[in-house]
């Protein structure tokens, strides 16, 4: 009832179509209502699961120490999507 019609995609399974490049960012830091309202498996932003933001088809993935709300306001997540904008990746290394 939290998210309304939204509730209705969350059944369904992460489609990224193959002619795009998509990155997914996933925030650990373990804070705001999803911590008491509903247990989520370890690690996640107190709102999603990391694991759930691993989808097929994904250019990039990246885990910053960040809440859900705090990742809208991350200069580090600003600077991680500038990078995949221009170079179609984060950084050396992410996956």
Request: hydrophobic share 45%; with cysteine; glycine share 10%.
């Amino acid at each position: 009832w939290a998210v309304g019609q939204a509730a209705a995609r969350l059944d369904q399974p992460a489609r990224i179509p193959a002619d795009r490049e998509v990155a997914m960012i996933a925030g650990d830091r373990a804070v705001g209502l999803g911590q008491w309202l509903g247990r989520l498996p370890q690690p996640h932003d107190g709102t999603v699961a990391v694991a759930e933001t691993r989808v097929p088809g994904l250019q990039a993935h990246r885990v910053i120490h960040a809440s859900h709300t705090g990742l809208v306001f991350s200069a580090e997540v600003a600077d991680a999507c500038e990078r995949f904008l221009k170079n179609g990746h984060f950084a050396q290394g992410d996956r």
